[in-house]
């Protein structure tokens, strides 16, 4: 199972000062010996963390999956073909917002989304959807062209004890749905040491990006280590899946 590894809050604390340190590049390269099978950027449209500098760095220098999170806009749509990342994942984004707040609403912006989903995939470029778990998203994102899901597990990670595994179910209905029509089945948001493992066993998996709580552990304890630790632990409850 792939495990992305999302270096954006390592560019958030180098913008805290507006300075050169922590270095996004130099993270990515430790997550990679960790086991990262992937390095997740997102570039927004306000550069709050990731800027094109560090974009055109990782692209030269990361060895595996590179992913490229995304509005589906026309410039940043502009920058994902210059750059040609191995994968690009079209998200919501609100420039208030702290983090993305939910999957990408489908059905209202199903004609912008298909316009960029065409002219990435026509340069070579696979392309995910950041969706919630619903089992309608994921159809009209398999009309919409996406070659792959990624499945919200915010609601999931955040929820209340009565409500966790109800949110659970939820998303594996949708990786359920997806793996039957044929997409490619990721999840990710709000995943960490405690809440992954249930989420890492649903069979049909191909992945999960993870950000915040790896990089917050590897304050602590450093990158390589937070990254293997996680690994462990998808590596651990996806066995476990495939022998249920």
């Known amino acids: 199972m792939v495990l992305g590894v999302n270096v954006d809050h390592v560019a958030t604390l180098r913008q805290a000062r507006l300075g050169k ?43 595996v999956e590179f992913n490229l999170e995304m509005a589906a806009t026309k410039e940043i749509v502009k920058i ?56 309608e998203d994921v159809e009209m994102s398999a009309d919409i062209g996406a070659d792959m899901v990624e499945i919200h597990t915010g609601r999931y990670a955040d929820g209340q004890r009565g409500k966790k595994d109800e949110e659970l179910m939820r998303v594996i209905k949708a990786i359920r749905k997806a793996t039957d029509i044929g997409l490619g089945a990721n999840a990710g948001h709000g995943l960490n040491y405690y809440n992954v493992s249930k989420v890492a066993g649903i069979d049909g998996l191909r992945g999960l990006y993870i950000g915040h709580s790896i990089i917050s552990r590897a304050v602590l304890v450093g990158i390589e280590r937070a990254v293997k630790e996680m690994k462990e632990l998808i590596n651990n409850a996806a066995d476990v899946g495939k022998q249920c």
């Open 21 to 63: 340190e922590p270095e996004p590049v130099m993270a990515a390269t430790l997550a990679v010996l960790g086991g990262a099978d992937g390095i997740t950027v997102h570039l927004r449209e306000d550069r709050r963390h990731i800027n094109d500098r560090d974009l055109e760095l990782l692209r030269k220098v990361v060895p």
């Open 80 to 135: 994902a073909i210059k750059t040609l990342p191995d994968l690009v994942t079209l998200v919501p984004e609100k420039r208030q917002e702290l983090t993305t707040e939910g999957g990408l609403d489908v059905r209202r912006g199903k004609k912008d989304i298909k316009n960029a989903v065409k002219l990435l995939r026509d340069n070579g470029i696979p392309v995910s959807l950041f969706i919630d778990p619903s089992e």
